[in-house]
Nanobody
Framework: QVQLVESGGGLVQPGGSLRLSCAASGFTFSTYIMSWYRQAPGKERELVAA????????DYADFVKGRFTISRDNGKNTVYLQMRSLKPEDTAVYYCRGHYYDQKPYWGQGTQVTVSS
């Protein structure tokens, strides 16, 4: 059974940091492109960052470049999102996604990140 379980969300002040984790099971994690998406209230889900199976390449949405870092540990079947210099507009539910070529992707249940003073 495939599972993606996010953790690490919470309430943080503007300028603060959080690290999200996504623990995967039930599939060959190291062969999957892993991504983080987010969805704010009333908005569409949007891609935040993605990383290849080996971790050799990653890419970011313009609105997080220089502030967020995606990484993975294939030994622990976990992908991370380090978020720094958080802004109120980063408030959203953050989702982990696993993708392998044209197969249907896997999604986690999401973790809430709220940036507010």
């Amino acid at each position: 059974q495939v599972q993606l379980v996010e953790s690490g969300g919470g309430l943080v002040q503007p300028g603060g940091s959080l690290r999200l984790s996504c623990a995967a099971s039930g599939f060959t994690f190291s062969t999957y492109i892993m991504s983080w998406y987010r969805q704010a209230p009333g908005k569409e889900r949007e891609l935040v960052a993605a990383i290849t199976g080996t971790g050799s390449y990653s890419d970011y949405a313009d609105f997080v470049k220089g502030r967020f870092t995606i990484s993975r540990d294939n030994g622990k079947n976990t992908v991370y999102l380090q978020m720094r210099s958080l802004k109120p507009e980063d408030t959203a539910v953050y989702y982990c996604r696993g993708h392998y070529y044209d197969q249907k992707p896997y999604w986690g249940q999401g973790t809430q990140v709220t940036v507010s003073s």
